[in-house]
């Protein structure tokens, strides 16, 4: 099995979080990440239901959600440009 280099954007909070609570489970982040892809192609999607938030929306306006899907889609983009290349 090669072995590639993946970068993932997140929250600096959140990894910290993740991290201490894959340490507490004896994984590294690393493992984890490819506990969940190998649970992705195992079960052909995300490995979890994905469901609306019960409480309230967390953007003001119609507008913050499509300049941040917008963004994301941009960054996307560009990787894949680059893989591309």
């Avoid at 490995?47 to 996307?76: Q, W």
């Amino acid at each position: 099995m090669a072995n590639i280099n993946v970068t993932v954007r997140v929250d600096k909070e959140l990894k910290q979080q993740a991290e201490e609570l894959f340490g507490e489970l004896g994984i590294s982040l690393s493992n984890a990440f490819s506990l969940f892809l190998r649970q992705c192609v195992i079960k052909q999607g995300i490995p979890f239901a994905i469901t609306r938030a019960s409480g309230p929306c967390v953007f003001s306006s119609d507008e913050e959600v499509i300049a941040l899907a917008n963004e994301i889609l941009s960054k996307r983009r560009k990787v894949f440009e680059e893989l591309a290349k």
